[in-house]
């Protein structure tokens, strides 16, 4: 049962015991089959789905002081924060929901960030690298790791993989190397492993997601 149908749910169900409300008529409100709604009334299997990527109010009390403490930092930017430190995916769909119920979104920034979406002059200049990760397959992390051009935005390469590890990341670059021939530079802001000075403490791991370019040698 959904959210919404138990919320529902606990709406008819007084009206359904008390004889004001036939149970054809509130199992058709809830789309849901009389001999169930039967059940659920007598109290077997009134459960509800909860989404693994749910948002709690310590996290959402977290992502409003991060905005309040660090007026230039975007919804992409805090939501790859947040979901380091919890170990969970938080959207960046989600930080600007909660940021407008707070209304942080129109908060002022001191020196405005130019940013530039295309910083390539030609394809195979510049190869992005990125991993995005979530539980897709019966509550199995599952990590992507993807490749694309900088320059036509065209993906290169992506599978899945059970762990972000430094293998499996240096095997989709060879692959790209393979299939396309050496590009110039490699860009990525969450691949520590290609950051001699990034470290693995916790007190560090945010600045080890920063952005990072690696230089990789010729054949």
Same mark, same amino acid.
């Given at each position: 049962?959904? %959210?919404?149908?138990?919320?529902?749910?606990?709406?008819?169900?007084? @009206?359904?015991? =008390?004889?004001?409300?036939?149970?054809?008529?509130?199992?058709?409100?809830? =789309?849901?089959?009389?001999?169930?709604? #039967?059940?659920?009334?007598? $109290?077997?299997?009134?459960?509800?789905?909860?989404?693994? *990527?749910?948002? *709690?109010? +310590?996290?959402? %009390?977290?992502? =409003?002081?991060?905005? %309040?403490?660090n007026p230039n930092f975007n919804c992409q930017w805090i939501s790859e924060l947040i979901s380091d430190r919890h170990e969970q995916s938080v959207s960046q769909s989600s930080v600007w929901r909660i940021l407008k119920k707070a209304n942080l979104l129109n908060t002022?920034?001191?020196?405005?960030?130019?940013?530039?979406?295309?910083?390539?002059? $030609?394809? $195979? +200049?510049?190869? %992005?690298?990125? =991993?995005?990760?979530?539980?897709?397959? *019966?509550? #199995?992390? @599952? *990590?992507?790791?993807?490749?694309?051009?900088?320059?036509?935005?065209?993906?290169?390469a992506a599978e899945f993989f059970w762990e972000d590890s430094a293998y499996n990341n240096m095997q989709m670059i060879r692959d790209v190397v393979e299939d396309y021939g050496t590009f110039r530079l490699l860009y990525t802001d969450n691949a520590s492993f290609l950051n001699p000075f990034a470290t693995t403490t916790a007190s560090t791991k945010p600045t080890a997601r920063k952005n990072t370019k690696a230089r990789l040698p010729g054949p």
């Open positions: 049962m959904t %959210q919404e149908q138990l919320r529902q749910f606990e709406l008819v169900a007084p @009206l359904v015991e =008390t004889g004001k409300l036939p149970v054809a008529i509130a199992a058709r409100m809830l =789309t849901i089959s009389t001999r169930q709604l #039967e059940r659920y009334l007598q $109290g077997q299997g009134v459960t509800t789905k909860k989404a693994w *990527n749910r948002i *709690n109010e +310590d996290m959402r %009390q977290e992502i =409003t002081v991060l905005k %309040q403490e002022f920034v001191d020196t405005p960030i130019v940013r530039s979406r295309f910083e390539a002059k $030609g394809s $195979g +200049d510049i190869i %992005q690298l990125d =991993t995005s990760w979530g539980y897709w397959i *019966n509550d #199995e992390r @599952l *990590n992507l790791i993807l490749l694309l051009d900088d320059h036509s935005r065209y993906i290169v």
